[in-house]
């Protein structure tokens, strides 16, 4: 069902994007344990320990390089102007895929308080994605490609 927004439509780039975050809410809605390795992918979902972060990691062989996405529920830096082609919740997390820089998240969904809490100096691996609890941040880095951000309250670095 589409609801009217005014708003022109999508493009496709937009549209793959919002299909990819319905997926990722679909299987952290369902609370799915890991599937066996021969299994269509992977989801991984976890917290900083004092759950200002929440992270998922999705990989396999249906999810066209997966991601790691990381939302932040308080943050003091200024959330970045919503671009026209994002017609949900702008800026407050972002996600590094298999091919580009980090970039923020454009999604009607959240992956805060999901999982469990990811301890600081611990990381969990998935595919080519790492993902590492600090000091009141979160650093997730796509391993093949060197692109990966940091994520606290004070800041954010896309790399």
């Known amino acids: ?3 009217p927004t ?11 994007g919002a299909v990819k975050r319905a997926l ?3 299987c952290l809605a369902l609370a799915l344990p890991a599937p066996a390795s021969g299994a269509p992918f992977q989801v991984r979902t976890f917290h ?7 992270c998922a990691m999705i990989f396999g062989r249906d999810t066209r390089g997966g991601e790691a996405r990381c ?11 919503t671009p026209q082609s994002c017609e949900l919740d702008y800026g407050n997390g ?5 091919r580009r820089k980090a970039a ?13 809490p990811l301890p600081v100096g611990q990381a969990i691996e998935l595919g080519p994605y790492k993902c590492k609890s ?16 940091n994520l606290s309250r004070r800041a954010t670095t896309r790399f």
């Open 1 to 3: 069902m589409t609801i």
């Open 6 to 16: 005014g708003r022109a439509e999508p493009g496709p780039r937009a549209m793959l």
């Open 24 to 26: 990722l809410l679909g």
């Open 48 to 54: 900083s320990p004092d759950g200002n972060i929440g």
């Open 71 to 81: 939302d932040i529920a308080k943050h003091d830096w200024p959330t970045p102007p």
């Open 94 to 98: 972002l996600f590094v895929g298999p």
């Open 104 to 116: 923020f998240v454009c999604a009607g969904d959240t992956t805060l308080h999901q999982g469990k």
């Open 134 to 149: 600090l000091e009141g941040a979160m650093r997730c880095l796509n391993r093949d490609t060197g692109h990966g951000f």
